[in-house]
Nanobody
Framework: QVQLVESGGGLVQAGGSLRLSCVCS????????MGWFRQAPGKERQFVAA????????YYADSVKGRFTISRDNAKNTVYLQLNTLKPEDTGVYYC???????????????????WGQGTHVTVQS
């Protein structure tokens, strides 16, 4: 049974930080590209970051470059997203996702991803 379980969301003031985690099971985690997406109320799901199977090639949306960091620990089947210098527009439900190709051609496209977590809420107050 495939499971992706996110945690670490919460309420934070603008300028603050959070660290999201996504613990995975039921698939070959260390051969999957992992991604983070977010969805604000009334808006489409938005790409945030992705990382290849080895963790050597992170990829970010322009809106989060320099503030967010994606990483992974293949020994723990876990992918992380460090959120720094948070802004109110970062508010949303953050989802982790798994993509079966080691080098997906469109890591920013949510339709590329095979498995999804249930999401964790992040609220940034101004």
């Amino acid at each position: 049974q495939v499971q992706l379980v996110e945690s670490g969301g919460g309420l934070v003031q603008a300028g603050g930080s959070l660290r999201l985690s996504c613990v995975c099971s039921g698939f070959a985690f260390n051969s999957f590209t992992m991604g983070w997406f977010r969805q604000a109320p009334g808006k489409e799901r938005q790409f945030v970051a992705a990382i290849n199977w080895s963790g050597t090639s992170p990829y970010y949306a322009d809106s989060v470059k320099g503030r967010f960091t994606i990483s992974r620990d293949n020994a723990k089947n876990t992918v992380y997203l460090q959120l720094n210098t948070l802004k109110p527009e970062d508010t949303g439900v953050y989802y982790c996702a798994a993509e079966g190709r080691s080098t997906p051609p469109r890591p920013w496209d949510y339709k590329e991803y095979d498995y999804w977590g249930q999401g964790t809420h992040v609220t940034v107050q101004s």
